[in-house]
C-alpha cells in the first residue's frame, strides 16, 4: 500500500509540475507481493482513479512467498506450489477484487506468464481458463504466443463471464486465511526426490547465469534439466535459489550436496551448450570461470556463529560488493539471484 501511495502523490507531483490535468498519467498495479495480495482491495480502491490494470505474476509472488515463509519450516517443491491454497486463492481474490471495485469494462484485470515457449498446443489447450475466471489480458513468452492466445478471446466473451461473476456472491469471497497458509512441505520426501528436485533448481539457476553472465543474454528461453525450453530470468533464479536456501536452513540437503549437485549439473549445463560456439565451458575452467568463483566463495566465507538468519542471507549487487560488520559478501545477486542462507 505503501508503494501504491508514494506512486500517487509521485504522479501528482508530476502533472502539477507539468500542468497536466490531474490523473492524465496511468498505472498499473501487479501483484507480486504478500504485502500487495491481502491488501489488493485498498490498492485498487485508492487508485481507481489512474488505474488501467491489475494482474498477477505468480513467479514474483512465489518468491516472495518463500522469502516471506523462509523461517516457518520447509517449503513444499516449486511445482507443487500451484496446488497450493495461497495460490488458487491469489489467482481468485485478483480477479474477484478487480471486479468489485468496478474495474470491469474501464482497466485490463491480468493473469500470468506462460513459461514454456515451445510449448504452444499445451499452450492453447490450458490458457483458455483465464478468460474463464474472467482475465481479459494474460502475459505470453513470445509474438507467436500472443497470436495464438488471441484465438482464446474468439471463443470465450469475458465481460459475458465477468457479469456472471459480478451476479454471483463470489466477490463477498474472503480470502485472507487461505493466502496467509504458509506452503509447508507436509509429506516426507525420499532422497531421489529431494535430490531431482534440486538438480532442477540447480540446473535453473546455471543455465540461465552462464548465458547472463558470459552471453550477456537476459530473459530468454533455457534448457530445463529435462532438456525442455523454460523461460527463465532472475524472477525464476530466485524461485529455485530460496527452495534450495530454505531446504538447507532447515536441513533437508547439505552443504556438501550443495558443492556436489553444482559441480555435476555445470556438466549438462556445458553439455546443452556444446554447439554454441561463444559459449565456454564451466565444468573445464572451473578454477578461471567467475561463475564458480562466486559460488566458491559462498563455501569457503567465514561467517560469524552469531550471526542470525537476516545477517545471513547474502545479497551483493554486482556494482558495489560490500563488506557488513566485517563480514564479507562475494556472493553476486546479479548472477546467482539471491542465493543462500547460512548460519
Known amino acids: 500500500m505503501v508503494q501504491v501511495a508514494f506512486t500517487l502523490h509521485l504522479c501528482d507531483r508530476i502533472e502539477d509540475l507539468l500542468?497536466?490535468?490531474?490523473?492524465?498519467?496511468?498505472?498499473?498495479?501487479?501483484?507480486?507481493?504478500?504485502?500487495?495480495?491481502?491488501?489488493?482491495?485498498?490498492?485498487?480502491r485508492e487508485s481507481k482513479d489512474r488505474l488501467v490494470f491489475i494482474d498477477t505474476g505468480f513467479l514474483d509472488r512465489t518468491g516472495d512467498e518463500m522469502h516471506t515463509s523462509m523461517e516457518a519450516g520447509s517449503l513444499m517443491q516449486k511445482t507443487q506450489m500451484k496446488d497450493t491454497k495461497w495460490f488458487m486463492a491469489y489467482e481468485r481474490n485478483n480477479v474477484e477484487k478487480g471486479l468489485k471495485w468496478g474495474l470491469s469494462g474501464t482497466a485490463q484485470i491480468g493473469k500470468g506468464m506462460w513459461a514454456l515457449p515451445d510449448m504452444m498446443a499445451a499452450m492453447i489447450e490450458q490458457k483458455i481458463s483465464h478468460l474463464k475466471a474472467g482475465a481479459t489480458c494474460a502475459?505470453?513468452?513470445?509474438?507467436?504466443?500472443?497470436?495464438?492466445?488471441?484465438?482464446?478471446?474468439?471463443?470465450?466473451?469475458?465481460?459475458?463471464?465477468?457479469?456472471?461473476?459480478?451476479?454471483?456472491?463470489?466477490?463477498?469471497?474472503?480470502?485472507?486465511?487461505?493466502?496467509?497458509?504458509?506452503?509447508?512441505?507436509?509429506?516426507?520426501?525420499?532422497?531421489?526426490?529431494?535430490?531431482?528436485?534440486?538438480?532442477?533448481?540447480?540446473?535453473?539457476?546455471?543455465?540461465?547465469?552462464?548465458?547472463?553472465?558470459?552471453?550477456?543474454?537476459?530473459?530468454?528461453?533455457?534448457?530445463?534439466?529435462?532438456?525442455?525450453?523454460?523461460?527463465?530470468?532472475?524472477?525464476?533464479?530466485?524461485?529455485?535459489?530460496?527452495?534450495?536456501?530454505?531446504?538447507?536452513?532447515?536441513?533437508?540437503?547439505?552443504?556438501?550436496?550443495?558443492?556436489?549437485?553444482?559441480?555435476?549439473?555445470?556438466?549438462?549445463?556445458?553439455?546443452?551448450?556444446?554447439?554454441?560456439?561463444?559459449?565456454?565451458?564451466?565444468?573445464?575452467?572451473?578454477?578461471?570461470?567467475?561463475?564458480?568463483?562466486?559460488?566458491?566463495?559462498?563455501?569457503?566465507?567465514?561467517i560469524n556463529n552469531q550471526m542470525d538468519v537476516q545477517n545471513s542471507f547474502y545479497i551483493v549487487d554486482d556494482e558495489n560488493s560490500k563488506r557488513d560488520n566485517n563480514k564479507t559478501i562475494l556472493v553476486n545477486e546479479f548472477s546467482l539471484g539471491?542465493?543462500?542462507f547460512f548460519g
Open 338 to 340: 539471491n542465493l543462500f
Open 19 to 44: 500542468k497536466w490535468p490531474r490523473h492524465t498519467l496511468k498505472v498499473g498495479i501487479m501483484d507480486e507481493e504478500c504485502r500487495t495480495t491481502v491488501n489488493r482491495s485498498v490498492c485498487i
Open 139 to 302: 502475459w505470453v513468452p513470445s509474438s507467436t504466443a500472443a497470436t495464438l492466445h488471441a484465438l482464446h478471446y474468439h471463443q470465450v466473451d469475458v465481460f459475458a463471464r465477468q457479469i456472471e461473476l459480478i451476479a454471483s456472491c463470489s466477490l463477498s469471497n474472503n480470502y485472507l486465511d487461505d493466502l496467509l497458509t504458509i506452503p509447508i512441505l507436509r509429506t516426507t520426501l525420499t532422497s531421489e526426490e529431494i535430490q531431482r528436485e534440486f538438480d532442477c533448481n540447480a540446473q535453473g539457476i546455471l543455465g540461465y547465469v552462464v548465458r547472463w553472465i558470459d552471453l550477456g543474454i537476459g530473459c530468454s528461453k533455457v534448457l530445463d534439466i529435462d532438456n525442455i525450453g523454460s523461460m527463465e530470468d532472475r524472477t525464476t533464479l530466485r524461485i529455485s535459489s530460496r527452495l534450495m536456501a530454505n531446504w538447507l536452513r532447515h536441513e533437508i540437503i547439505t552443504k556438501q550436496q550443495v558443492i556436489q549437485t553444482f559441480q555435476r549439473i555445470i556438466q549438462v549445463v556445458d553439455q546443452q551448450n556444446v554447439d554454441n560456439a561463444e559459449y565456454r565451458s564451466v565444468a573445464i575452467n572451473l578454477d578461471q570461470i567467475l561463475l564458480f568463483k562466486l559460488h566458491w566463495s559462498l563455501y569457503s566465507m567465514e
